[in-house]
C-alpha cells in the first residue's frame, strides 16, 4: 500500500479527564473494541449496533488486557488508532501537556456526576490554544449524576466550546434505559439486545412498553429541543475545536463506545503537518521521514540508565534499521531499537508511518523537543514551555559538589525535565514544575546519573508570570507576595503568593504588562 493511504488511515488522539472519571477503563473498552472486531474477523458487532455482554467478558477474559503503557495502537474499521494517555495525580508532569503536542485530537472524559473537573480543565486548555478536534465522552450514566442538560451547559459555559450531542441518554442510573443514537434515530438499549428504530416523528417504529413510561417521554422531548434549538452541526467547527460532539455512556459496561468510535472516526483529522524552524510545513506525506521527541520516559531502576523517547512521526515511512539524523547534532545513527504498543503487548515496530508514536531506546542522546531525519534536512519548531505552578529551592547537599550540581541541573532542565529559576539577588537555584513528580524524578536523577545528592526546600504553589515591558520593572516591587525571579533565559518573572496577590499587583502597577505562558 503507498503511503498516503496508509497514512489516511491514522487517527492519533491523547484522552484526558481528571483522575477517577473513567480514563484507563474507556481506554480499555476502546482496546478490546479495536481487538474484538480484528480477532473475530468480522463486522456483525458492527451491524447489530451491539456485542453481547459475554462476548466482551470472552475477549477481555483471552486478552487480559491491561493498560500499563502511554501509547497504544488499535484498528478499528479499517484505521489505526493511536491512542497516547496523558497521565494524571502524582504522575501529573510537563510530559502530561507535551503529548497534547503530539496528537491531532482529543478525546475528554467527563464523569457525569462531577461535571469539568480542574485536570479537565487544564489539559483542555492546551488542546484549544492548539486548535485541535476535542470529543467529549460523558461517563458512568449508570449512575445518578447531573442532567444532560446541565453538563452541556457546563462545558459550554466553563470551556468557551459548543456542544453537539451524537447521542443523547434516556433515563440515567437505576432507570437509565440507553441512548438515542442521533445520526440514525436508533435507540441502543442499555438492558437489552435489539435496537429500537425511531421514524421521522422520534416515534417507536415498533411498540415498546418503555413508550409508557413517563422519563421516557421526557428524554425525547429533551432530545428534540436539542435538535431543534442545539448548535448546528458544523464540520468546520470541530476541526477547528470550536465545536465538540458529545457522547454518553458507561465505560464500565462497554456502552456508548461503539456509537462514539463510529462518529470518531469519521470526524476526526487524519495526521497533519508540522512547521519547521524555517517556517516550512512539513507534510505528512513528505516521503522523506521525520519526526519529533515529545517525552522522555526515564528509567528508575537505577540498574538500567536506558529510558524512552517517545517519536511522533511528522512525514514519511520509518523502517527498522534505517538511519536517522538528529538535527541538534547533525549526528547520524541506525535506529535499530523501537517499539511501539499494540493493543496485547509491546511489538517491535518494522514499519511505522506518519501519525504513528515509536518508542526509541535512548542511552542519553535525545533532549525533548529533538528532530530526527532521514533524507531532507528538517528541523521542527521547538515544543512550548508551560507555566510551573510548584517550586523549590534546590542546593547540592555537599558544597565540593557544585560542578557536578550545576552540570546536572543543566542537562535535565535541557532535556526538558524540570525548569530552572534563580532568585534576583541571591542567584538560589529554585526548580519549577507542573507536577510533583517532576521534582522527584529530578531528586532521584541527579543522585544516579550526576552522583549528586540534593536538597530541596518547598516553596509551594505560585502563580509564575512573565513580563513583556522589563525595562519598567522596579526594584521595589519586588516582595515576598509578588517575588521577582530570573528564568533560564534570564527573562524576570513574578511568582505571585496567589490570584489574590496578583490581583493587587495589576490595580498597583497598572503599567506593568504580565502575560503567562501556556
Ligand atoms: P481514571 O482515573 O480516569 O483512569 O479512571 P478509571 O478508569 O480507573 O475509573 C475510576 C473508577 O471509576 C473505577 O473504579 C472504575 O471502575 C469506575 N468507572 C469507570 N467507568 C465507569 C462507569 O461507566 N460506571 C461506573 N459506575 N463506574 C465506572
Not at 510530559?95 to 482529543?106: K, P
Not at 519526526?291 to 512521526?313: S, V
Request: hydrophobic content about 35%; glycine content about 8%.
Amino acid at each position: 500500500m503507498d503511503i498516503k493511504s496508509e497514512i489516511e488511515k491514522r487517527k492519533t488522539f491523547a484522552i484526558i479527564s481528571h483522575p477517577d472519571a473513567g480514563k484507563t477503563t474507556l481506554t480499555e473498552k476502546l482496546l478490546l473494541f479495536g481487538g474484538a472486531i480484528r480477532e473475530a474477523g468480522t463486522v456483525k458487532g458492527k451491524k447489530t449496533g451491539k456485542f453481547a455482554t459475554s462476548d466482551w467478558m470472552k475477549v477481555e477474559q483471552e486478552r487480559g488486557i491491561s493498560v500499563t503503557s502511554s501509547v497504544m495502537q488499535f484498528d478499528f474499521d479499517g484505521y489505526k488508532i493511536n491512542i497516547l494517555d496523558t497521565p494524571g495525580h502524582e504522575d501529573f508532569s510537563e510530559d502530561t501537556y507535551r503529548t497534547l503536542m503530539a496528537v491531532d485530537s482529543a478525546v475528554m472524559v467527563i464523569d457525569a456526576a462531577k461535571g469539568i473537573e480542574p485536570q479537565t480543565l487544564k489539559l483542555f486548555k492546551v488542546c484549544k490554544m492548539r486548535g485541535i478536534p476535542i470529543f467529549t465522552f460523558i461517563n458512568k450514566l449508570d449512575r445518578v449524576g447531573k442532567e444532560p442538560f446541565e453538563l452541556l451547559e457546563e462545558i459550554e459555559s466553563t470551556l468557551e466550546i459548543e456542544t453537539y450531542p451524537m447521542t443523547w441518554p434516556i433515563g440515567m442510573g437505576p432507570s437509565f434505559f440507553g441512548i438515542i443514537n442521533r445520526r440514525n434515530k436508533t435507540i441502543n438499549p442499555y438492558k437489552e439486545d435489539a435496537e429500537l428504530q425511531l421514524n421521522e416523528d422520534l416515534e417507536l417504529e415498533e411498540r415498546h412498553p418503555i413508550e409508557q413510561d413517563a422519563s421516557y417521554q421526557e428524554s425525547l422531548e429533551e432530545f428534540m429541543l436539542v435538535e431543534e434549538a442545539g448548535d448546528e452541526f458544523d464540520r468546520e467547527k470541530i476541526s477547528r475545536g470550536d465545536l465538540t460532539p458529545v457522547f454518553f455512556g458507561s465505560a464500565l459496561s462497554t456502552f456508548g463506545i461503539e456509537e462514539f468510535l463510529d462518529t470518531y472516526v469519521d470526524f476526526a483529522p487524519s495526521p497533519s503537518g508540522r512547521e519547521t524552524e524555517e517556517g516550512e510545513i512539513v507534510e505528512p506525506t513528505d516521503e522523506d521521514f521525520s519526526g519529533f521527541i515529545f517525552k522522555i520516559q526515564a528509567n528508575m531502576d537505577p540498574k538500567h540508565r536506558d529510558r524512552l523517547a517517545f517519536l511522533r512521526i511528522v512525514s514519511g515511512k520509518f523502517s527498522r534499521g534505517m538511519d536517522g539524523v538528529l538535527a541538534r547534532t547533525g549526528k547520524k545513527s541506525k535506529i535499530s531499537r523501537a517499539t511501539m504498543f499494540m493493543a496485547d503487548d509491546k511489538e517491535t515496530v518494522d514499519e511505522a508511518y506518519a501519525g504513528d508514536i515509536i518508542g526509541l531506546y535512548d542511552t542519553g542522546n535525545y533532549q525533548i523537543g529533538d528532530t530526527i531525519f532521514n533524507g531532507k534536512k528538517r528541523d521542527f519548531v521547538d515544543l512550548p514551555q508551560f507555566t510551573p505552578e510548584l517550586f523549590m529551592k534546590v542546593s547540592a547537599k555537599n558544597v565540593m559538589k557544585q560542578k557536578h550540581f550545576y552540570k546536572g541541573i543543566e542537562q535535565l532542565v535541557q532535556e526538558g525535565a524540570i525548569q530552572y529559576y534563580k532568585s534576583m539577588h541571591t542567584n538560589q537555584p529554585i526548580l519549577g514544575a507542573v507536577g510533583q513528580l517532576q521534582f522527584e524524578v529530578f531528586e532521584h536523577r541527579m543522585k544516579n546519573e550526576y552522583n549528586t545528592d540534593v536538597v530541596m526546600e518547598p516553596i509551594g504553589k505560585k502563580i509564575a508570570r512573565w513580563v513583556e515591558n522589563e525595562a519598567d520593572i522596579k526594584d521595589s516591587m519586588n516582595s515576598p507576595r509578588a517575588n521577582l525571579v530570573y528564568d533560564r533565559f534570564d527573562n524576570q518573572v513574578f511568582l505571585f503568593e496567589n490570584e489574590f496577590a496578583m490581583r493587587w499587583f495589576g490595580e498597583k502597577y497598572p503599567e506593568i504588562k504580565l502575560y503567562s505562558l501556556l
